[in-house]
């Protein structure tokens, strides 16, 4: 009976061996493919990265123009009370 069942136990552990072999042969070759992968995906930015990066300038530009105002509004008005002329109205600057 014990020798019926070692060839087939000794069968069963070389395939699960020789699947583990096969599996990490294949990681092994296929590391250098997703590090370069991710190289070349580190340096590029794409449209959509672009576009969020542009968008969040913009929304930053409209912030401190914002915030001018509110500051050159102030200042206008406490100046007129006084009967002076107010300076001239900040500019909104497109950032490049």
Not at 53 to 77: Q, V
């Amino acid at each position: 009976m014990r020798i019926l069942i070692l060839p087939l136990l000794a069968c069963s552990l070389s395939g699960c061996l020789v699947s583990k072999v096969a599996e990490t042969a294949v990681d092994v070759a296929t590391i250098p493919v997703k590090v370069a992968g991710e190289a070349v995906d580190a340096v590029t930015v794409s449209q959509a990265e672009a576009d969020q990066k542009r968008g969040k300038e913009l929304r930053k530009a409209e912030e401190r123009h914002a915030k001018a105002m509110r500051e050159w509004s102030d200042e206008c008005a406490k100046l007129e009370a006084r009967g002076r002329e107010c300076p001239p109205r900040p500019v909104f600057v497109v950032p490049d």
